[in-house]
């Protein structure tokens, strides 16, 4: 593949424009194939894969098409006085062969979405699927070599061996989208070879909320945020974090709210979603007992089936609070003021994202000011990754770099800088050596 890419192939406009298209139909053609793969693996229904996982990306590249020429437009840059007559500008080339590594979680969404970036940046990519979203990884195996250009592009599937083998190679970048602790491994292995990494990883992220905001719409909004996926959502609110009396309303409305979407008997929803293994159930099963159940709880094994679960009154040293919940489990945890949410927040790893549903713009400007997070949003978790101008990232544990739409063009590219002076006159004859007459001056 980096033979492919030395002949220059995947650079022009024209072959990035053709690859963007032909995966757009791709998308467009194979609908229900893609949303059976997609059930098979986490029982989503075919509207959520619609709006979460293919419209994504399908949106990702109009958005794409739509600006490409001007993102690839070099950009002119000042030149001191001293180096005049001289022009500057940067322009973008692309890394070379990329390596994209997927979760399970959003197995089309996070392994085409960063493709969209690469290929639009003019590169060559391996994708490499999530195993534990198998029909999703075996979709993308047969369809992507057919519809792409098979020499610049190619899926790799395989779990931790293949993966491992994957990263003894030299890339031109590595693009990881898992936890914390692969995300090391991810990084030590580029380190190698000075290779580049994005790491897109997860962490608590929190939703605060305040006596004074309307806590019916909140409830609402978290309960969406929190339960589409079945929970196993890398933005979802982890936990709620409620100042004074906000815990006590809050809890009704949320069950009111889960009820409300998944009904009496969310096992048979058909809009509900199943967790992807086992192993991820014992551990989600495992969090139950912390806490007073508001609603849920619920479990079967067989089914891979949790209902979505609030818990009230707990304790910030509980299991539940000690790592990523990534499941339909959502504590509620109850401090005094937002002195105290803010330090809950600033005393802990940073979150892929802050979520606030407050009643005043003070609060709003001390959550901005005062604590740290990919992302921040007041009034919606989640959508703030539908917003294509938005950067998509961590920062600290939650991750490395940052995509979506033109930042998925800068994390793809190389911004060149090209100095260009003419020859014709040449003042710079004062600053070459022997120094003597300057020296005289001096
Ligand atoms: P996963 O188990 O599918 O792993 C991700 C990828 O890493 C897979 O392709 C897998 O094959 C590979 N992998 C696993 N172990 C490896 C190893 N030892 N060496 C090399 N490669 C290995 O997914 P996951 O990590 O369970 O995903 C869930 C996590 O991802 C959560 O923490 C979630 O918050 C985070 N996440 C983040 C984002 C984001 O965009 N920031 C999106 C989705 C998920």
């Given amino acids: 593949m980096h033979t492919v890419f030395a002949t220059g192939r995947t650079r022009p406009a024209a072959w990035r424009r053709a690859q963007l298209r032909a995966l757009r139909a791709f998308l467009v053609d194979h609908q229900s194939e893609i949303s059976d793969a997609l059930h ?11 709006l979460t996982e293919l ?54 969404q996070l392994a085409l979405g960063p493709l969209v970036g690469a290929l639009a940046a003019g590169n060559c990519a391996v994708v490499k699927p999530s195993e534990l979203a198998p029909a999703t ?20 599937e395989g779990g931790v061996p293949e993966t491992t083998a994957l990263l003894e190679q030299r890339f031109d970048h590595v693009f990881y989208t898992g936890n914390g602790a692969v995300g090391r491994i991810v990084m030590t292995a580029a380190a190698r070879h000075l290779t580049p990494v994005t790491l897109e990883l ?53 069950a009111a709210a889960v009820r409300e979407m998944y009904g009496e008997r969310p096992a048979e929803s058909a809009d509900y979603g199943r967790i992807v ?23 079967d094994r067989a089914a891979r089936f949790i209902a979505p679960t609030v818990l009230a009154d707990v304790s910030p040293e509980s ?13 509620i945890v109850r401090v005094p003021d937002l002195d105290a949410a803010i330090s809950f927040i600033t005393g802990r790893d940073k979150p892929l994202a802050v979520y606030a549903f407050v009643g005043s713009a003070r609060s ?10 990919g992302a921040l949003a007041f009034g919606v978790p989640n959508a703030h990754v ?25 994390t793809f590219s190389h911004t060149k800088a090209v100095l260009d002076k003419p020859l014709l006159l040449d003042p710079l004859r004062v600053a070459y050596p022997p120094f003597t007459q300057v020296k005289e001056r001096i």
């Fill in 319 to 331: 299991a539940v609070m000690r790592e990523e919940i990534f499941g339909p489990v959502l504590p």
């Fill in 277 to 299: 293994n086992e192993r991820h159930f014992d551990r989600l099963t495992g969090l139950l007992g912390d806490g007073r159940t508001v609603v849920g709880g619920e479990h």
């Fill in 386 to 410: 539908t917003v294509p101008g938005l950067p998509f990232g961590g920062v600290g544990e939650s991750g490395v770099g940052r995509y979506h739409g033109a930042h998925s063009v800068d």
């Fill in 40 to 50: 098979a693996d986490l029982g989503k229904s075919p509207l959520e894969s619609y």
């Fill in 202 to 254: 997860g962490g608590k992220s929190p939703a605060v909320v305040e006596p004074g905001a309307d806590l019916a719409t909140a409830a609402r909004r978290i309960a969406w945020g929190k339960f589409m996926n079945a929970g196993q959502t890398c933005v979802a609110p982890d936990y709620v974090l409620a100042v004074g009396d906000a815990a006590d309303e809050i809890e009704g409305h949320l």
């Fill in 364 to 373: 709003k400007r001390r959550l901005e000011a005062e604590t740290s997070s």
């Fill in 55 to 108: 419209g994504f990306v399908v949106n990702e590249i109009d958005h794409t098409l739509r600006h490409l020429n001007r993102w690839m437009r070099p950009r002119r840059v000042g030149v001191p006085l001293s180096l005049a007559p001289a022009r500057a500008r940067t322009v973008r080339e692309p890394l070379g062969t990329v390596l994209i590594i997927s979760p399970w979680n959003y197995p089309l």
């Fill in 137 to 156: 990884s075996a979709l993308l195996a047969r369809r992507l070599p057919r519809v792409l250009d098979p020499e610049a592009v190619a899926v790799v």
